[in-house]
């Protein structure tokens, strides 16, 4: 079936806005993470879905990030208030039994 | 804390070439270990895994042997080529830490030239 999609591919907001990004996992899978690459941090973990468990959101950098997922299934990743430093590419990943996640193609987020 | 040391890029090599991209890790209990590669303008796809002591990944010529004396995990190839060329990055998850998240290495470009 289809991989993890995500959208948008790129987004350009100005400072202060709020972004919100989006993913589909694959159909069945049960976890769903959330993870942020950029140039000084390298890959790092962000947030986590198990079914209907509470998320652990012990890699969310500040308040200002937040996100939720839905059905079990589509998972947003909201931003409030972006800053500089909140540029990276943010990427989703599913998994159905913890051993292999599969990635999707990031969204690449610029701030003004 | 779990932690992925990579050795530090980049790595240019000839085609042809062998190919070791060391990592090694930091983990309480027993990780299971992956490499992961990003080729130019695409997603990270997994390359290749290992869930216990001794166990060999391998894909695409790539290997890695999961050795938990030297807490080790180094990537390997016989004969790089052109199409090679990528990210690599090393990746634990360990299923005491919530979900099994990725822990993940610095990453490494290789580029091999023809």
């Known amino acids: ?112 | 804390g779990n932690s992925v040391t990579q050795m530090e890029g980049p790595v240019t090599l000839s085609e042809e070439a062998f190919l070791t991209i060391n990592c090694t890790y930091t983990a309480t209990g027993y990780p299971s270990l992956f490499w992961y590669v990003q080729y130019p303008g695409e997603g990270l796809q997994l390359l290749l895994k290992a869930t216990k002591a001794d166990d060999k990944g391998s894909n695409k010529g790539f290997e890695a042997t999961y050795r938990k004396e030297t807490t080790s995990f180094h990537l390997e190839k016989g004969s790089v080529q052109v199409s090679d060329s990528a990210v690599y990055f090393c990746a634990l998850s360990a299923q005491e830490t919530s979900g099994s998240r990725l822990t993940f290495g610095e990453g490494t470009q290789l580029t091999v030239n023809p």
């Open chain 1, 1 to 112: 079936g289809a991989g993890v999609s995500q959208s948008p591919s790129n987004k350009v907001t100005e400072k202060g806005k709020d972004v919100e990004l989006r993913c589909d996992p694959i159909s069945g899978h049960t976890a769903l993470y959330w993870y942020r690459q950029s140039l000084g941090q390298g890959l790092e973990f962000l947030i986590y879905f198990q079914g209907n468990s509470a998320p652990d959101k012990s890699g969310l950098p500040s308040d200002r990030f937040s996100a939720e997922r839905t059905g079990g299934s589509v998972s947003t990743l909201t931003i409030q208030r972006t800053q500089q430093e909140d540029s990276a590419v943010y990427l989703c990943a599913s998994s159905a039994y913890y051993i292999e996640q599969f990635f999707g193609p990031g969204t690449r987020l610029t701030v003004l």
